[in-house]
């Protein structure tokens, strides 16, 4: 009499593929294998891992990424007005980083290729309005944070409208006016000296090391080098793995492009913000050189912080977030 099957064994091998998250991501050309901007790129699952679907948009150098995605089988769809749209089936498995074949589309005319960029900027006008609504309690400014999954990148124009924005916001004239004082009591950058006029030139420059770190490093750099000056909030994985997230974007940030790289933006921004305020801070306080690296590291020292409490406090505190459909504090 044969015996019986292993019913565990049995088992394991029905079940599905479970574990780490793995990522998909590809590149949109056309016919001539020119690369295309704009195209939208829709990723659904199906079994276990299933899920609405998840929507990207082929960045400038045709690329699309997917990260955070379950092992199992998964469709790509690309498609965009006056393009053929194109499916493609895959599988991806534990902690895999898929590179799906290149995708050809069928660019009938200029002014498709003219419709499908006008739609990747207005997917980033949408989620643009959503992050200027960011505040922590309701008040405190938390425009640098992207909560959306695969969130696009934002245009020259909108780096530079969030940068003034949260230079001009009022919270931020009120933590400047604070800082100030503080300084004024400790007698900090003495050469400024006391009363009416050495709490004004204080105040002047402390607005004016936020000002400038904040047009170079989020929005001048950013444009030239093509990088996101946002924290993309992971919410994901084990605490350990989200703490060193956290602390390794004080260095590295997302590009345009969607890929990880070195923050050239940020770390050349404190460099010359720092170098910058040597030009108005009072001679005896000023260390050259010195102060300007000292500075730099006290910045990458207060971003890494900064990241920590945005990874796990800031979402809790922060009222009314639009549903991304990413995943929960």
Same mark, same amino acid.
């Given at each position: 009499?044969?015996?019986?099957?292993?019913?565990?064994?049995?088992?394991?091998?029905?079940?599905? $593929?479970?574990?780490?998250?793995?990522?998909?991501?590809?590149?949109?050309?056309?016919?001539?294998?020119?690369?295309? $901007?704009?195209?939208?790129?829709?990723?659904?699952? &199906?079994?276990?891992?299933?899920?609405?679907?998840?929507?990207?948009?082929?960045?400038?150098?045709?690329?699309?990424?997917?990260?955070?995605?379950?092992?199992?089988?998964?469709?790509? +769809? @690309?498609?965009?007005?006056?393009?053929?749209?194109?499916?493609?089936?895959?599988?991806?498995?534990?902690?895999?980083?898929?590179?799906?074949?290149?995708?050809?589309?069928?660019?009938?005319?200029?002014?498709?290729?003219?419709?499908?960029?006008?739609?990747?900027?207005?997917?980033?006008?949408?989620?643009?309005?959503?992050? $200027?609504?960011?505040?922590?309690?309701?008040? @405190?400014?938390?425009?640098?944070?992207?909560?959306?999954?695969?969130?696009?990148?934002? +245009?020259?124009?909108?780096?530079?409208?969030?940068?003034?924005?949260?230079?001009?916001?009022?919270?931020?004239?009120?933590?400047?006016?604070?800082? &100030?004082?503080?300084?004024?009591?400790?007698?900090?950058?003495?050469?400024?000296?006391?009363?009416?006029?050495?709490? &004004?030139?204080?105040?002047?420059?402390?607005? &004016?090391?936020?000002?400038?770190?904040?047009?170079? =490093?989020?929005?001048?750099?950013?444009?030239?080098?093509?990088?996101?000056?946002?924290?993309?909030?992971? =919410?994901?994985?084990?605490?350990?793995?989200?703490?060193?997230?956290?602390?390794?974007?004080?260095?590295?940030?997302?590009?345009?492009?969607?890929?990880?790289?070195?923050?050239?933006?940020?770390?050349?921004?404190?460099?010359?913000?720092?170098?910058?305020?040597?030009?108005?801070?009072?001679?005896?306080?000023?260390?050259?050189?010195?102060?300007?690296?000292?500075?730099?590291?006290?910045? @990458?020292?207060?971003?890494?912080?900064?990241?920590?409490?945005? $990874?796990?406090?800031?979402?809790?505190?922060?009222?009314?977030?639009?549903?991304?459909?990413?995943?929960?504090?």
């Amino acid at each position: 009499m044969p015996s019986a099957p292993n019913a565990p064994a049995a088992a394991a091998q029905q079940a599905p $593929e479970q574990g780490s998250p793995g990522s998909i991501h590809g590149v949109v050309v056309d016919r001539d294998g020119t690369v295309c $901007e704009g195209a939208h790129v829709s990723l659904t699952q &199906a079994g276990p891992a299933a899920s609405s679907a998840r929507v990207a948009i082929s960045g400038s150098d045709g690329r699309f990424v997917f990260g955070n995605v379950p092992a199992g089988s998964f469709k790509i +769809t @690309i498609f965009s007005d006056g393009f053929a749209t194109q499916l493609i089936p895959g599988f991806l498995h534990q902690g895999e980083s898929y590179e799906a074949p290149p995708v050809r589309l069928l660019v009938t005319t200029a002014q498709s290729e003219v419709r499908v960029s006008a739609s990747q900027v207005e997917v980033a006008q949408e989620l643009f309005k959503d992050e $200027e609504e960011q505040r922590v309690f309701g008040v @405190i400014p938390n425009f640098y944070v992207a909560y959306a999954p695969d969130a696009p990148p934002l +245009t020259s124009r909108q780096k530079f409208h969030l940068a003034w924005r949260s230079s001009i916001d009022p919270i931020t004239l009120l933590a400047t006016g604070a800082f &100030a004082g503080i300084e004024q009591a400790e007698n900090s950058f003495s050469g400024y000296g006391q009363g009416a006029q050495g709490y &004004a030139k204080r105040y002047a420059a402390n607005y &004016a090391d936020n000002f400038i770190g904040t047009m170079i =490093g989020a929005a001048i750099l950013p444009s030239l080098l093509k990088q996101d000056p946002r924290y993309f909030y992971k =919410g994901t994985g084990s605490t350990r793995s989200r703490i060193f997230y956290a602390i390794a974007n004080a260095v590295v940030c997302k590009g345009d492009n969607g890929q990880w790289q070195t923050n050239y933006s940020s770390l050349s921004a404190s460099l010359a913000s720092g170098g910058i305020s040597n030009l108005y801070y009072p001679a005896a306080d000023r260390n050259g050189v010195s102060l300007t690296f000292e500075n730099t590291g006290f910045g @990458i020292a207060s971003s890494a912080v900064g990241n920590l409490f945005q $990874e796990f406090v800031v979402r809790k505190l922060t009222p009314k977030l639009p549903n991304f459909g990413g995943s929960k504090p």
